[in-house]
């Protein structure tokens, strides 16, 4: 399979999620590539429409807030140019002592959800780094691997509750 991971960090947590997800995926024989989300521009953009499967990752910021480098992703993948991605999935890195955890989390599968984009499968949300729980996330791309290859395809609805579609 073809792999694309997109990720914003700033002190690592969430690089050190998508790490573990591409040597899952390594480890699978896929082939995958890693863009920073301020990495992306027109070029990279484009090439998520020849993916089985693009990874959004980021940390919530200031009171639920989703970085404007992942809000700008969207705006150009999304709205500017429409990329048809074929399936995603989501995850990311917070903190328990706030209010709205992982909530930009949540805010990339409502954009995605918007543009009738599928899911492979539920939302990732970690409290901080994977160090402790490895296996959680490479269990967990595991099952979006496994989902993808038999048309297992999920939807966030507007009360953002994820429904399940086989589609083979
Ligand atoms: C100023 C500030 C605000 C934060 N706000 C939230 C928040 O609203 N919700 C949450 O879950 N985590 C919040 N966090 C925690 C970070 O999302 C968490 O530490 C994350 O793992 C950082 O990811 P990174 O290492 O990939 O940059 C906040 C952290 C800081 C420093």
Redesign the pocket.
């Known amino acids: 399979m073809n792999i694309a991971i997109i990720c ?10 998508a790490t573990l997800i591409e040597s899952t995926h390594h480890h699978r024989g896929d082939h995958v590539v890693r863009y920073d989300a301020d990495r992306v521009g027109y070029r990279e953009a484009r090439s998520l429409a020849s993916c089985d499967l693009v990874y959004f990752g ?8 989703l970085p404007d480098e992942m809000k700008d992703t969207f705006r150009l993948v999304l709205k500017e140019l429409n990329v048809p991605i074929r399936q995603a999935a989501v995850f ?13 989390v949540d805010e990339m599968a409502y954009h995605l959800s918007k543009y009738g984009i599928p899911l492979a499968g539920e939302l990732l ?5 994977p160090r402790n729980q490895p296996f959680n996330v490479q269990h967990w791309a595991e099952r979006m691997a496994q989902n993808v290859e038999e048309g297992v395809m999920h939807h966030v609805d507007s009360e953002n509750q994820i429904i399940v579609a086989q589609t083979s």
């Open positions: 914003h960090s700033m002190s690592g947590n969430t690089e050190e999620v980021s940390y919530t910021w200031a009171d639920g807030i990311g890195t917070g903190d328990k002592m706030f209010v709205h955890f992982c909530r930009a949300k970690i409290e901080q780094s």
